[in-house]
């Protein structure tokens, strides 16, 4: 794509695009991989959050997988632009982004409910029932994402170069796709954002109640309410985890506010003014950033996310090799040991038997043979 004639918010954002995005892209997929491999791999897939957050990482990794074919534009390879790969590429990132954002309000409300209802949280937050709403979700956004195949496909559009072949708005379904993206809109922006919100101002008012309760009782504590101290310790971990997925939400929340309110703002003002679209593509840039940033934030602010990805790659092979002859070498020692004592046992028996038979034969010979 020619950058001359272009003007300098142009030349940024066009830059931006064109650097930025492949190391999002990369680094991106490269921690999605990582988060899969410690939520699915290690002690952590006990937890029902983290099957949450493992679908979250896979829908995440299809999404980059889609920004980067359509980033292939810049560099001439047109695959976005073809009959075939641009409904592809449309419907698969529909179908990703409205997963993603589903899942987020899945596993915050989730928390809200741990955090809640304390008591019950092992049995209403079970691992069944979050891979039953994680099923439930991609079956409706493989459904709803449907009439994007019909909506978009290759068109000649007039550009500043002339008329260019470009994946856009099919050709006749305008009207259906104008109303589609209000539907769109309200699906996969108003109404997950604003759950989102209402449900982390929830967690973060019952964190900072249990954070206070946990302060006061650490003061207080002696004999007699001992037992309420070691609740409120028991309890840590819950709130870290709770912490932990407030901040990915919050930042997922702020990532893709600016490019809800540009789309809102975009309905009421249908003129192509060029701060607006310029606002948009930089507000697309923070929404794509959104699908790949997930791993530095686990990092940051999970404690046992950082643990088992060490152990995952230090300890869990080593221990995996030593454990695994340290086991043999015991079953082994367990088997002669059983096996001597098996035989022990049947050579007494047998020393027994003929000694007892010798005795009776004794008994029964004559006075004069028996001497």
Not at 115 to 128: E, W
Not at 259 to 267: C, E, I, Q, T
């Amino acid at each position: 794509m020619p950058v001359r004639n272009m003007s300098t918010t142009e030349v940024v954002l066009h830059n931006i695009q064109v650097y930025y995005t492949p190391i999002l892209v990369h680094l991106g997929l490269l921690g999605n991989i990582l988060s899969v491999c410690v939520f699915f791999g290690t002690k952590l897939r006990r937890a029902s959050s983290s099957i949450y957050l493992g679908a979250l990482a896979i829908s995440d990794s299809g999404f980059l997988v889609m920004v980067c074919l359509v980033w292939l534009n810049e560099f001439n390879i047109h695959l976005f632009n073809e009959s075939g790969y641009c409904q592809s590429i449309v419907y698969v990132s529909a179908v990703c982004s409205f997963l993603s954002v589903w899942l987020v309000v899945a596993f915050t409300v989730e928390r809200y409910v741990a955090v809640k209802y304390p008591l019950r949280r092992q049995s209403l937050c079970t691992i069944a029932r979050a891979k039953v709403v994680i099923i439930g979700l991609t079956v409706l956004a493989i459904l709803l994402s449907g009439p994007f195949l019909l909506f978009s496909g290759p068109r000649k559009v007039p550009t500043r170069y002339g008329n260019t072949t470009l994946c856009y708005l099919a050709t006749g379904w305008e009207s259906w796709a104008n109303a589609y993206n209000y539907v769109d809109t309200v699906l996969t922006f108003a109404v997950p954002l604003t759950m989102i919100v209402i449900f982390n101002t929830l967690i973060a008012r019952n964190i900072y109640k249990h954070d206070h309760v946990r302060r006061t009782l650490t003061i207080e504590s002696d004999v007699s309410n001992e037992k309420d101290a070691r609740n409120a310790r028991d309890r840590m971990p819950q709130t870290k985890v709770t912490k932990m997925l407030l901040i990915v939400s919050s930042a997922f929340l702020c990532l893709n506010m600016p490019s809800f309110v540009l789309r809102m703002f975009a309905f009421y003002d249908q003129s192509q003014k060029y701060w607006l679209i310029s606002a948009q593509q930089m507000c697309n840039i923070l929404f794509n950033t959104s699908f790949g940033i997930n791993f530095i934030l686990y990092c940051a602010s999970g404690q046992n996310f950082r643990k088992e990805m060490v152990r995952m790659f230090i300890h869990r092979p080593r221990v995996g090799r030593n454990g695994t002859l340290i086991q043999m070498a015991n079953q082994g020692k367990q088997y002669v040991s059983d096996f001597t004592r098996r035989w022990s046992s049947t050579k007494r028996s047998s020393v027994d038997n003929v000694q007892r038979q010798d005795s009776q034969e004794t008994r029964k010979l004559p006075i004069s043979e028996k001497l």
